[in-house]
């Protein structure tokens, strides 16, 4: 057995016997273990940011891409935002140990459920250093040990986040080993937490679709897969034009390099003539390059300032991760509802109409984690949802879907109070 497997070994053994204790941490203890995380990473700003620098530099000299060195980049804004989110956790309702769904049968047996913790949770991600910290303040809050395994282009970042992380919660009460981070970087080692089913008992994958499709195959626990959005947004013939401007280009460039951001703009075709101009103005003083059908080249042609090329068939059902756009002009709700049926990732969709009809519609047969009308794709987030933070956003049905907090952290139990209750 090599070094870096004794690493996992021993840090996912350690991570088990933690998880018993964490379980029924008292709530005050747990919420000042994330308020002192809180104020560390604010107090260590200026650590995180030097190794934030490293793995830059080397991301840059790597030939990263534009999208992964945003999700890369920490920033003393961003830092800021990820303690906000910490305190934000620290103030929700601790949901470990809740009862609900109490009833008394005729036999008089009273039937329940109680929430409590999943037990000890892989993580496997790529590029963000924002998830080390969110998903240890997610399960730390939510009772359960976690093992962190990011990627090497964010190794000095994640590994000064994680040491910051356990210095503070154990310092506040948290059982040692609640918290694990894997230092090597060794590829191989995925694999072999992937096989370690009698210690982990959840795994969440973030990252590309290569890694999260190697996570599904090859894990022999439970699973939840998502973060790969292709997200559309539909402009009804009865839409508001400025609403509908206003969204869809929030949805575009707001961030392009995140799962949430627009990739495909639906148009019906009774508006593209008065809303496409609008909204290519607007795309092109931020330089959003416009992949457009017949249709819509047809409605641009004399608007010689913005970028539109053909569409071709690779563009529908293709998260651009970048100020690019798919454009296609529909004939109906139901050819919209059709096209994102056939090229949607389940992960977040809109409409922007003034038909409450169509609006309708749209909510109830988008088979989709995160369904908007009138809104932009942008807030599909843990924070922006009230959730504090997230540890990925669903795009499965079981057990969670959409952005995961607290509650889709936790499982429950049955309980049974009886008074000497035999059955017949």
């Keep these: 057995m090599n070094t ?3 690493e996992v070994e021993a840090k996912t053994r350690a991570a088990k016997a933690a998880s018993k204790k964490l379980a029924y941490l008292p ?16 107090a260590n700003e200026k ?17 990263m891409g534009t999208a992964m060195l945003d999700r890369l980049l920490l920033t003393s804004e961003r830092i800021h935002a990820i303690s906000s989110d910490a305190q934000t956790v620290a103030a929700l309702p601790d949901p470990v140990g809740e009862t609900f769904e109490m009833r008394t049968l005729p036999n008089g047996l009273q039937v329940g459920k109680r929430r409590v913790p999943l037990g000890v949770i892989g993580a496997i991600y790529e590029s963000r250093p924002n998830v080390t910290v969110d998903i240890s303040v997610l399960c730390l809050k939510s009772g359960n040990a976690v093992i962190l395994r990011g990627g090497k282009e964010a190794i000095h970042s994640n590994s000064t986040l994680a040491r910051v992380i356990q210095n503070a919660s154990y310092q506040a009460g948290v059982p040692e080993g609640a918290v694990q981070f894997i230092e090597s970087t060794d590829r191989a080692l995925v694999a072999q937490m992937l096989r370690m089913r009698d210690a982990i008992d959840l795994v969440i994958p973030r990252g590309g679709a290569e890694l999260i499709n190697y996570v599904a195959q090859n894990a022999a626990m439970p699973v939840i897969t998502g973060g790969i959005g292709v997200c559309h947004t539909y402009i009804d013939r009865s839409a508001d034009l400025d609403k509908a401007v206003a969204i869809a280009h929030n949805a575009k460039v707001q961030r392009p390099t995140v799962c ?5 703009l639906l148009v019906h075709s009774e508006i593209a003539d008065s809303y496409l101009p609008k909204i290519a103005a607007e795309w092109g003083k931020a330089g959003v390059e416009m992949h457009c059908d017949q249709r819509a080249q047809e409605c641009l042609q004399h608007l010689p300032s913005v970028t539109v090329v053909p569409a071709t068939e690779q563009d529908w059902g293709k998260e651009f991760l970048a100020l690019v756009a798919a454009i296609r002009v529909v004939d109906s709700l139901d050819e919209a509802l059709e096209h994102i049926e056939r090229h949607g990732s389940g992960h977040s969709e809109a409409i922007v109409t003034e038909d409450y009809t169509a609006a309708m519609r749209f909510l109830n047969e988008v088979d989709a984690a995160c369904v908007y009308t009138n809104a932009s794709t942008r807030f599909t987030d843990g924070g922006q949802f009230g959730l504090g933070a997230e540890v990925g956003i669903s795009t499965q049905k079981l057990h969670a879907r959409g952005p995961l907090g607290l509650r889709e952290l936790t499982t429950y139990k049955w309980i049974v109070l009886g008074n000497g209750h035999i059955r017949p």
Aim: proline share 0%; glycine share 4%.
């Design 4 to 6: 870096s497997t004794n």
């Design 27 to 42: 709530t005050d203890i747990k919420n000042r273990a994330l308020l002192a995380i809180a104020e560390a990473l604010i």
């Design 47 to 63: 650590d995180i940011l030097a190794a934030n620098r490293l793995d830059y530099a080397e991301g840059e000299k790597s030939g």
């Design 260 to 264: 949430n951001a627009l990739d495909t």
